[in-house]
């Protein structure tokens, strides 16, 4: 392994332990949590110090150990968790998770809030001198004051017996850490079991065969002890036994059993004070969650067969409706089974790619939380759906518009407190963020409930900006689609928050990009709503299927705005081969599809065509076709790998027959266009075939 | 591949012979993944007129190009012999629609003859090798060469 993919693998870890620790923090703000749910958290983020350390991140591994040293007081029941320690805990996490991606950039700046934040988290916990040194790894100051029950019953030390499963060892632990871990703690005296280990011939080298016996005397607190073997949970069957300093005085309550075998009666003598309903189980019983790390390229490639598979179903089944068979015969019933086999595997392998917005949507949450305190507006934030499964690239690449989106939302939408206070609104805001499936779509909403849009004030720094002229008449939804226009931006004054110029034309840009469309509804005073509507997986396209000339092409369905037949009075010739098309007093320029893929015309009447109305490059064109087919998904084949880019063709597809059509982009068409009629103009065209 | 690298090669090679333009071709057999019927391709839109159009093969789109256009002779005409020769080159899956193929040669190293007009003007090294086979001379064909040109074009 590569320092590189090792490095993989801790941010990826990161991620997950990172969403851990978010959900676990989720848990205790409602305050539905437990001691487990205070010491997940403290390993997630003492997981990712310990790897930190590893690659050298030490900014990072010094947050964290800040950040470990204030969750331990917590989890020792020395600090409450009052409203201010959770929300310091709270924006901890949101700084530990910014300085985990900082560290993928090599010399990316430590975020502001670090330096804060660490001089609150050393004053939580009583000063630099309680918090010790980052490496003091398996010092925990014993607990000042023992419980009664236990300084009833002195402990002498632990007998604690440990057999690694053979996971310990892949997961990198070393059995001889634990055992110097626990040797600080007090005199120990160690032994190795090799009973167990087998002959040569029969020797399997990833099986684990040895156990410890480890004597410990002079220890007190059992939890110290537990805790070294905390990262160890589920990876080993570990035994242990306090050995008392008076044995046998107390027979019901002094286990001479394993610990491993009766934990809850071992947890009456171990310090209790906090009374939790689910007490977490042993650490045997405890199984890792276990997932799959596949290279993306390999479920592509199933998807692609699969693909074909389906397709090949649909050639065998028009070839033996062709030839005449009868439609019960035994192998038709045998393709039916065929064909829905193929399509559970199809939908099986899709799902391999989906994944849950909940990782995205928690991530927003830092996003609205920090631009609540830049602005000073009081937020809450909401999520629904989080179980909503989309594609991976897709949750990836939607990151970007949503933070953009919600940071708006905040900035522009929520008002100031005291003025929300005016309006008679709670000074708290929401801000709504949603995702579902709706009719082989993934629905993905951000509600505010804020101002709401100003149309006046849009128009007006639309004319100012020259976007729209001043005597314009647009519809509600034309005045809201301003907002995406390139250069548009309603700040009235520029925050470092949102309005930094990229506005929402880039948001607008990147949805598209991912097939998908961006709605807005907003009324005054009650807030705003922006509907992003996306196709299930990037593999797939809503298209519509059009007839031009001999050939079949898809026009992608995300850019359509209407189609018209229209009567022969609307088209108009401008100039010779210029043509427009009259749209409710409109004229909008014709891009012939067939003159501009080199194709013959089955019909020179211009009233026997169709018109799409394509919304491409903030311009309406409108392109004409022999005929429209139908409306349905296709899914995308690239011609990069094995030809090359064509400008105006976005990708291929392959039809329910096996022929290919291929789709068009429509960005490209209005310039590709332009290009034909300068080549045309320079000298006249080649027959193109 | 080049002259050299062809007479240092003291073993046999494998190369299939075919038809194109009316002239005798031969492509190593290695870089070719199989032979498939003509059918119906669709036209990719102001193209060169040597590239036909995309074939689905098997869920890939892949161009099919006349190869007898691509080596400047007159455009292959359909016959009831035309085949599609799919060949891999580099990572590139591309179909080369051919009069006729004729049969599997294996031809010794020594046995081909650099092609002496390589190099001159108009002779961009598609041909790399010659190899009289029973009277007829078959020129050996440099598949990169004939790709090379295409990922300019696609460009």
Redo the contacts between chains.
């Keep these: 392994m590569t320092l590189d993919s090792l490095r993989e693998t801790f941010f990826a870890e990161c991620e997950d332990l990172i969403e851990s620790l978010t959900e676990n923090l989720e848990l205790v703000a409602s305050h539905e949590w437990d001691a487990e749910t205070i010491n997940a958290i403290f390993r997630a983020v003492h997981s990712i110090k310990g790897s930190a350390g590893a690659f050298g991140f030490t900014d990072l591994v010094d947050f964290a150990h800040h950040y470990e040293t204030t969750l331990d007081l917590i989890r020792s029941d020395k600090l409450d968790i009052s409203n201010d320690v959770l929300r310091l805990i709270i924006r901890c996490s949101d700084n530990l998770a910014e300085l985990v991606e900082g560290s993928r950039v090599e010399g990316s700046p430590v975020p502001e809030a670090t330096k804060d934040l660490t001089a609150e988290l050393i004053q939580l916990s009583g000063g630099p001198d309680a918090a010790g040194s980052p490496e003091d790894e398996f010092v925990f100051t014993p607990v000042a004051a023992l419980p009664i029950e236990i300084s009833l019953e002195p402990v002498e030390g632990f007998d604690i017996t440990l057999a690694p499963q053979p996971s310990l060892y892949l997961s990198g632990h070393d059995p001889l850490r634990l055992i110097s871990g626990l040797d600080k703690l007090g005199a120990l005296t160690p032994e190795c079991i090799v009973d167990a280990v087998p002959t040569l011939d029969d020797f399997n080298f990833d099986e684990s065969y040895l156990r410890w016996k480890l004597k410990l005397r002079g220890a007190e607190d059992e939890d110290a002890v537990r805790d070294v073997f905390q990262f160890v949970d589920g990876h080993c069957t570990l035994e242990i036994t306090p050995v008392l300093a008076e044995p046998a005085n107390e027979p019901h309550d002094a286990p001479v059993e394993p610990v491993a075998a009766k934990p809850e009666e071992l947890q009456t003598v171990a310090p209790q004070p906090r009374a939790q309903p689910a007490k977490s189980s042993p650490p045997t019983q405890k199984a890792a969650q276990s997932t799959l790390r596949v290279d993306p390229e390999r479920v592509d490639r199933l998807i ?2 699969v ?2 598979l389906i ?1 090949n179903h649909a050639v065998i089944d028009r070839n033996l409706k062709e030839s005449g068979l009868v439609s019960n015969s035994e192998i038709t019933t045998a393709l039916d089974d065929y064909g829905t086999l193929a399509r559970e595997i199809q939908e099986g392998v899709m799902a391999i790619r989906a994944q849950p917005v909940k990782s995205l949507f928690q991530r927003m949450g830092r996003v609205v939380r920090e631009a609540g305190e830049a602005t000073g507006k009081k937020v809450t934030f909401v999520t629904e759906g989080e179980a909503t499964e989309i594609d991976k690239t897709m949750l990836e690449r939607l990151a970007d518009p949503l933070t953009h989106m919600l940071r708006n939302a905040v900035d522009h939408g929520i008002e100031a407190p005291a003025r929300r206070q005016e309006t008679g609104k709670p000074e708290t805001g929401t801000v709504r963020l949603s995702a579902a499936h709706r009719s082989g779509h993934v629905v993905i909403e951000i509600i505010d409930d804020g101002a709401g849009l100003n149309r006046e004030r849009l128009m007006q720094k639309a004319i100012e900006k020259g976007i729209i002229t001043a005597d314009a008449k647009l519809s509600e939804g034309e005045v809201y689609a301003l907002l995406f226009a390139p250069g548009f931006s309603t700040a009235e004054s520029v925050t470092n928050l949102s309005g930094r110029g990229v506005g929402m034309d880039v948001v607008k840009t990147a949805i598209t990009s991912l097939g998908g469309k961006v709605g807005i509804t907003s009324s005054p005073g009650q807030g705003s709503a922006f509907t992003i509507s996306l196709p299930l997986t990037l593999a797939v396209l809503d298209g519509m299927i059009v007839e031009v000339g001999a ?1 079949t092409m898809v026009l992608p369905l995300s850019s359509i705005v209407e189609t018209i037949r229209p009567a022969a009075s609307d088209i108009q010739e401008v100039t010779p081969g210029e043509w427009v098309l009259s749209v409710r007093g409109t004229f909008v320029p014709v891009v012939n599809l067939n003159a ?4 013959e015309q089955t019909d020179d009447d211009h009233t026997n065509r169709v018109f799409v109305l394509i919304d491409a490059n903030d311009a309406t064109i409108a392109v004409s076709v022999d005929a429209i087919q139908d409306q349905r998904q296709v899914v995308i ?3 990069k ?9 976005a990708a ?1 597809t ?1 039809l329910g027959d ?5 789709i068009i982009d429509p960005e490209a068409l209005s310039g590709l266009a332009a290009s034909q009629r300068a080549a045309q103009s320079q000298h006249s065209l080649e027959p ?2 | 591949m080049t002259d050299t690298e062809i007479a240092d090669k003291s073993k046999m090679t494998e190369f299939v012979s075919l038809r194109a333009g009316g002239q005798g071709y031969c492509v190593e057999i290695t870089s070719i993944r199989e032979i498939r019927r003509w059918r119906t391709v669709t036209s990719l839109p102001n193209a060169d007129k040597s590239i036909l159009g995309v074939m689905n093969l098997r869920g890939s789109v892949i161009p099919i190009i006349d190869l007898a256009a691509r080596l400047g002779l007159p455009i292959t005409e359909l016959g009831p012999r035309s085949v599609v020769v799919v060949v891999a080159i580099g990572n590139r899956i591309i179909g080369l629609l051919v009069e006729a193929v004729s049969e599997i040669l294996s031809i010794e190293a020594s046995d081909i003859q650099p092609n002496p007009t390589q190099g001159r003007d108009g002779n961009d090294g598609q041909v790399v090798g010659l190899v009289s086979i029973e009277d007829e001379m078959l020129k050996i064909l440099a598949l990169d060469t004939i790709v090379d040109s295409e990922a300019e074009e696609a460009a």
């Design positions: 692609n067969s693909g074909e397709i050939e501009l893929m080199g194709l084949k690239s011609l790998g094995n030809y090359g880019a064509i400008t105006g063709i291929a392959i096996g022929n290919i059509a291929l193109q075939f």
